[in-house]
């Protein structure tokens, strides 16, 4: 009980972002997963049912990652700054990972969110463009690790 | 070859299947977000359980009451060579 009360107090935002950082890899492994087995015809499900699953794991992937970023922002101890958060290898706090961490979060916003937008972009183009987001999702992945 | 419906009948059908396949879908965004939020809050309460660095809690309790056990110890025995009072007076300060 007294471990949930600190937690409570001076590390709340710090274990919100660490949870919300196992939600988001979560929900991408699913939605990487679901969307490479819809890809190569491997499910032989109802298609409309598993791309309204995609989506949702998708999105709420990044409504997971936003709150594993902002949530840093209301940390004492590391207290970063909006850049930070933001820009790749600029956290001066274990640069590298927190780097790939960002290179893959903006990753899979951008690729995630590029659905809504393939008819501008070309269904054929977005395509192309879609399936980097596996290795968006590698890259999160080994940010977890490190 | 079995006969078609009527056009009303088929817009009913149509309209039935439409509002069918919008139920399903909103059920799985629901068992979606559900998922994602019980992952959220399992997560949260484990690493709030185990301390928000991993498991370290335990191991520092463990580690500064070994510490203090060795220290008392290491006093204990030094004011072995003193007399009995003194040794006692440093073992309790200690604890």
């Known amino acids: ?146 | 070859m079995p006969p078609s419906p009527p056009p009303a009948d088929r817009a009913a059908l149509g309209r039935e299947k439409l509002a069918a396949r919008a139920h399903r879908a909103s059920s799985l965004r629901r068992r979606v977000v559900a998922g994602a939020l019980a992952s959220f809050a399992l997560a949260w309460g484990v690493i709030a359980f185990n301390g928000p660095m991993g498991v370290t809690t335990d191991t520092t309790t463990t580690a500064s009451t070994q510490a203090a056990t060795s220290s008392t110890e290491d006093a204990t025995t030094e004011d072995s060579t003193t007399d009995d009072s003194s040794a006692a007076e440093v073992t309790t300060a200690q604890l």
């Open chain 1, 1 to 146: 009980m007294s471990t949930l009360a600190i937690a409570l107090g001076e590390h709340f935002f710090w274990i919100t972002s660490r949870a919300a950082g196992v939600a988001a890899l979560l929900a991408s492994s699913a939605a990487v997963t679901l969307g490479l087995l819809m890809g190569g015809r491997m499910l032989k499900g109802r298609l409309p049912d598993l791309r309204v699953t995609h989506e949702a794991l998708s999105l709420a992937t990044i409504a997971a990652l936003l709150v594993h970023a902002l949530a840093l922002l209301g940390d004492g101890y590391l207290s970063p700054s909006l850049a930070d958060i933001t820009i790749p290898f600029v956290s001066s706090s274990a640069r590298f990972w927190t780097g790939l961490g960002i290179v893959a979060g903006w990753g899979l916003i951008i690729l995630g969110v590029s659905y809504y937008a393939r008819a501008r972009i070309g269904v054929a183009r977005w395509r192309r463009l879609h399936r980097f987001t596996a290795l968006a999702w590698i890259l999160g992945v080994v940010h977890g690790i490190g």
